[in-house]
């Protein structure tokens, strides 16, 4: 299917990806669209048409990236309710539902193994919580002031951006750990319904990264900054795509993440800046396709750029 559209009827997006259904519900649009276009919708809702179907197509095609033009017209009001309603969604519905999948799941394990499992488990819903928290407490209204003008000493988006960790690597562990860990005494009914579930969360959660990383970190850069935001936009634009080679700097910024150094630490290392760090961290994550410390740990001992006797 081409690109979506505003003047689409709602029920052919749902078409398209039914996976849809809960995006829209969380953004206030409801199941009862029958005929209705996406633009039709989104204006009875209060919603911005572009920003509706920017989301839409995020979660149905893997290569949309969103131009800076696309951007600039788009809402980011409408992209804080999303994530408001997405972290209600994550943690009320689809982690809950999980919990009663797992407890019904361990009911033939040992006690052993269930206070193994479920430790992991715990450990992870409060990594989610203090994930979703500082969104809550600090990124939304901070956003939220920027649209009617106000500002925040000492806090900007590059700081949400530096702390925005990946909470898909547990998780995907505790997937693994139910596909080939738990006993065969397990239900394999009730696994396999806790594996789709963990799937789907994924699969969400890496749109919605996806959505606060492309998409609100550069709007909320327009509101900072207008003038930064176009520079950007002319060069991401406009850029011919560069070479995958990583240059010497970048090497140089892998050696320091790999030996465990923070942002901070790499900048006053390298006496550059952590906004430079970040850039650096970015084009090194795209261009070796690793994103945790440890897989680029590996990376940079495979190809020679560190001694393994080095890591600590």
């Known amino acids: 299917m081409d690109k979506f559209t505003s003047n689409m009827k709602v029920a052919r997006l749902v078409e398209a990806n039914y996976r849809l259904l809960g ?23 209060g919603l911005d048409p572009d920003t509706i179907i920017l989301l839409c197509e995020v979660y149905t095609f893997p290569s949309f990236k ?7 017209r788009c809402h980011v009001g409408d992209i804080l309710r999303y994530m408001h309603q997405s972290h209600d969604y994550y ?7 999980m919990e009663k999948s797992i407890t019904k799941l361990l009911e ?26 500082f969104e809550e407490q600090e990124v939304i209204p901070y956003v939220q002031g920027l649209i009617i003008g106000q ?18 690597e547990k998780l995907g562990d505790f997937k693994n750990l139910v596909m080939k860990s738990l006993p065969a005494v397990c239900d394999n009914d009730i696994r396999l319904d806790l594996l789709v579930r963990i799937y789907a969360l994924q699969e969400d959660l890496k749109c919605h990264t996806y959505i606060e990383d492309h998409v609100l970190v550069p709007m909320v850069r327009l509101l900072e900054n207008p003038q930064r935001f176009r520079d950007r936009a002319r060069e991401q634009d406009e850029e011919p ?5 990583l240059s010497d700097r970048e090497k140089e910024i892998l050696v320091s993440v790999a030996q465990g150094l923070l942002n901070k630490e790499i900048a006053d290392k390298h006496n550059i800046s952590i906004n430079t ?3 650096h961290r970015k084009n090194i994550t795209r261009k070796t396709g690793i994103r945790t410390v440890p897989g680029l740990t590996v990376y ?7 001694d393994i006797n080095s890591i600590e």
């Open 241 to 245: 795509e560069q070479h995958l080679e």
């Open 91 to 97: 943690l009320n519905r689809a982690i809950s539902e």
């Open 108 to 133: 033939p394990c040992q006690q052993k193994q269930r206070d193994v499992v479920w430790n992991f488990f715990h450990g992870y819903k409060v990594e989610v919580k203090n994930h979703f928290g």
């Open 277 to 279: 760090v970040i850039t």
């Open 300 to 306: 940079a001992i495979l190809n020679n750029l560190i």
């Open 151 to 168: 500002t925040r000493p000492g806090f900007s988006i590059d700081r949400f951006e530096e702390n925005h960790s990946n909470i898909d």
């Open 66 to 72: 969103p131009s800076m033009e696309l951007l600039r």
């Open 23 to 45: 995006v829209l519900a969380r953004v206030g649009i409801d199941g009862s669209f029958g005929e209705k276009t996406v633009s039709e919708v989104c204006i009875s809702s």
